[in-house]
T-cell receptor
Framework: GENVEQHPSTLSVQEGDSAVIKCTYS??????FPWYKQELGKGPQLIID?????GEKKDQRIAVTLNKTAKHFSLHITETQPEDSAVYFC????????FGTGTRLQVFP | ETGVTQTPRHLVMGMTNKKSLKCEQH?????MYWYKQSAKKPLELMFV???????ENNSVPSRFSPECPNSSHLFLHLHTLQPEDSALYLC??????????????FGPGTRLTVL
């Protein structure tokens, strides 16, 4: 079955710097790759997603890239702000979502 | 708020207790999900209900018993749990359960501790 690996598990950056979180997936048939953000005391919330027919997608300060050949996809956050501090989960899917283990991002003022 | 509420937010129970977790969605969705979230592990899908019918049971032990009386409510009945069942239990909903690309709306979770 599908397996998703996510790195790093923790990431600390200075406010204004960029943050990059990387995921790899095992099943080449996966065709949908969402990213969820989980703030303290809340459930995960979708922030951006990408489908297998697209290589890159951007929404303001966040962007996601997909390399189908290498089975890699990444989340890029530019100009980080303290409110970006949260746990971020990637996921891949064919028939159901398989989540990564999460990355705890801390943005220091 | 996401439109998905869960009660209670925290629950401590002994291994011989019986308790229930409740989830309610106010989004008019037709599919509801239970996930288990443990530290440093991926979210584990437990159950899926689509139009009140269970469409997925991800090899969950029988000490977890789901119930979906209507498309807006989902319960997880717990009995004779083990300490390793301690985790955050998340409920989610989507418009319908067949399109994996539907955005999942999560509740805040119930933090369960089994003593």
């Amino acid at each position: 079955g599908e397996n998703v690996e996510q790195h790093p598990s923790t990431l600390s950056v200075q406010e204004g710097d960029s943050a990059v979180i990387k995921c790899t997936y095992s099943d080449s048939a996966s065709n949908y790759f969402p990213w969820y953000k989980q703030e303290l005391g809340k459930g995960p919330q979708l922030i951006i997603d990408i489908r297998s027919n697209v290589g890159e997608k951007k929404d303001q300060r966040i962007a996601v890239t997909l390399n189908k050949t290498a089975k890699h996809f990444s989340l890029h956050i530019t100009e980080t702000q303290p409110e970006d501090s949260a746990v971020y989960f990637c996921a891949a899917s064919i028939s159901k979502l398989i989540f990564g283990t999460g990355t705890r991002l801390q943005v220091f003022p | 708020e996401t439109g998905v509420t869960q009660t209670p937010r925290h629950l401590v129970m002994g291994m011989t207790n019986k308790k229930s977790l409740k989830c309610e969605q106010h989004l008019g969705h037709n599919a509801m999900y239970w996930y288990k979230q443990s530290a440093k592990k991926p979210l584990e899908l437990m159950f899926v209900y689509n139009f009140k019918e269970q469409t997925e049971n991800n090899s969950v032990p029988s000490r977890f018993s789901p119930e979906c009386p209507n498309s807006s409510h989902l319960f997880l009945h717990l009995h004779t749990l083990q300490p390793e069942d301690s985790a955050l239990y998340l409920c989610a909903s989507t418009r319908e359960g067949l399109a994996v690309t539907d955005e999942q709306f999560f509740g805040p979770g119930t933090r369960l501790t089994v003593l």
